[in-house]
Nanobody, 123 residues
Framework: QVQLVESGGGLVQAGGSLRLSCVASGSILRINVMGWYRQAPGKQRELVAA???????NYVDSVKGRFTISRDNANNTVYLQMNSLRPEDTAAYYC?????????????????WGQGTQVTVSP
């Protein structure tokens, strides 16, 4: 069974920084894309940043130049370094990984989500 656990959220003043982490555990053979999403109250969940297995990263325009996504393949971990935080960054942040597992002699590739971590940025 695959499990994703996020950490690093919290309350910070505008202009501050936070670093989110997400660790995947279980019978994982390979992790393809790792990503961070966020969802503010009353809004749809949006992709914040994603990094492919070759290290190529993509960001939503609103966080470019402020957030950096990185991955540690040896430890099945993805990070999101968030600098120059703004009140509009306030949201629940979720990690998602597309990964391959082996079960009963069969290979499965699917998306898995973490439980979310709250980021609150005060003015």
């Amino acid at each position: 069974q695959v499990q994703l656990v996020e950490s690093g959220g919290g309350l910070v003043q505008a202009g501050g920084s936070l670093r989110l982490s997400c660790v995947a555990s279980g019978s994982i053979l390979r992790i393809n894309v790792m990503g961070w999403y966020r969802q503010a109250p009353g809004k749809q969940r949006e992709l914040v940043a994603a990094v492919s297995s070759d290290g190529t990263a993509n960001y939503v325009d609103s966080v470019k130049g402020r957030f950096t996504i990185s991955r540690d393949n040896a430890n099945n971990t993805v990070y999101l370094q968030m600098n120059s935080l703004r009140p509009e960054d306030t949201a629940a942040y979720y990690c998602k990984m597309n990964l391959q597992t082996l079960s009963g002699g069969y290979y499965y590739t699917a998306d898995y989500w973490g439980q979310g971590t709250q980021v609150t940025v005060s003015p």
